[in-house]
């Protein structure tokens, strides 16, 4: 059984209630929610959060019925890996099932598409990992073009190489991690505390998909490519 999982905390500082807003004609939870639920590989969806309304909102939909999430855990501190962690426990705890896979999805990255879920979910069972994280590649190198100040305040290249790097296409590959996917071995959630203590592996994304919803101007720049997404020119 492969359990879908979403994220959605009340509170939110960079943008108020920014999970339940409507962008482009639904709530912002929706645009995963109702992907998870249509997804033919996803057996069972829950979406674990503090506030009332999106939890009956979601339950009405099809998620499963596993209560508002304990109040250490809605806070802005709480660790995404403890959310999923009690996620994954009161979901077996209610299916009665052991889970073969736990997938998430950020509520604030509405721009993937079904295709993501069905290529990290493929990329986990033919590689076997303890994870797979949704990335793509940074706009930016540490070791091309981000830069930092030394100890005298004079601008140095964050991660140096022997001879320097003179042109992007030569720096090694960085990736940025976004939100769009991922997929989690259900033992490894529960017996590691963070994300990096076993064998991630990326699932790459093009950048365009890779935007996630963090500030009041994110609102209009991704409800245009929801858009523009939506009519076949991304």
Known sequence: MILGHIGARKGSKGVIGKNFREINGKPLIDWSLDMLLAHPLIDQVVVSTDDEQMYEHSVAKGALEIGLRPEELATDAAPKWGVWQHALSASEAITGQDMEAFLDLDCTNPLRLPEDITGALSLYQAENPDMVMSVCEARKNPYFNLVEPDENGALQVSKQLSGGVWARQAAPVVYEHVGCVYVV?????????????????PYEIPSIRGFDIDEPHDFGLVEYLLKELQNGRL
């Not at 259900?186 to 963070?194: C, D, F, G, I």
Request: charged share 30%; aromatic share 12%; net charge positive.
């Open 185 to 201: 071995a259900p033992a490894y959630l529960k017996r590691a505390k963070t994300l990096y203590e076993g064998r991630v592996l």
